[in-house]
């Protein structure tokens, strides 16, 4: 598929590489979005951008900038064809896994004809990657999770899932980074602080490219 630029209102761009989740326009998504900050020196009204799986929307200040030049630049951009092919930094999370952090562990288990101990050996021993950042502020996708742990979401899902908690859903893992309603099976938690809104110059702990690794620890390790 060839990139294509579609207008979002009046005031932004979403840019298309795909209309799947794959690795290679994971790439592009991330050269892309890599390229809009010399871009965005052209056009200064341009507020902000949000990368998605296959995808980039371009936020901008109509009153500020040529909404068709702006089109124009961002499809050439795509056209470019850059790929990010450099990983970001491996960031090792603590997680417990004990049944009290992890309630859907047991079931995972059970599904995949695992042992608990086994779907944990698992889960520490994979390298994941995030994807994108989306519904709450610092919540990674995070893609990597081994076939045999591919799970459905909940039929019905938590009014309340603990900040920190460690979920799989689909072909992919994830971290709550705030307590929120959530149908992802909740398989660990981590003591880590996600999001940080007094930091303006990175306030999520994970950007896309970035790698994680699970450390198994005990429930004292992680705090509340």
Same mark, same amino acid.
């Given at each position: ?89 491996l960031r090792t999370l603590p ?47 995070? =893609? !990597?999770?081994? %076939? ?9 899902? #938590? $009014?309340?899932?603990?900040? +920190? @908690?460690?979920?799989?859903? =689909? !072909?992919?893992? %994830? ?9 992802? #099976? $909740?398989?660990?938690?981590? +003591? @880590? ?16 490219g970035d790698r994680v690794r699970?450390?198994?620890?005990g429930r004292d390790a992680i705090?509340?």
């Open positions: 598929m060839m990139p294509r630029v579609l207008p979002l209102g009046d005031a932004a761009f979403t840019v298309e590489f795909g209309d799947t989740i794959a690795p290679g326009i994971e790439r592009q998504v991330r050269g892309f979005a890599a390229g809009l900050t010399a871009l965005a020196g052209r056009h200064p009204g341009i507020v902000e951008w949000v990368p998605t799986f296959r995808s980039v929307t371009v936020h901008f200040d109509p009153d500020r900038v040529d909404p068709a030049r702006l089109a124009d630049d961002l499809l050439a951009l795509a056209g470019e064809g850059r790929s990010v092919t450099a990983s970001g930094p997680v417990c896994f004990d049944a009290d952090c992890a309630p859907d562990l047991a079931d995972v288990a059970a599904a995949a004809g695992l042992s608990r101990d086994n779907v944990v050996g698992l889960l520490s021993s994979t390298e994941f990657t995030v994807c994108m950042l989306g519904f709450l502020p610092g919540f990674p996708y995070l =893609g !990597g999770l081994p %076939a045999i742990l591919t799970m459905p979401r909940l039929v019905t899902p #938590r $009014l309340r899932v603990p900040a +920190g @908690s460690v979920a799989i859903a =689909g !072909g992919m893992a %994830a971290v709550y980074p705030w307590d929120s309603p959530g149908g992802w #099976r $909740l398989v660990g938690r981590t +003591g @880590s602080r996600l999001f940080d809104a007094a930091d303006p110059q990175r306030p999520a702990l994970l950007a896309p699970w450390q198994a620890v705090g509340s």
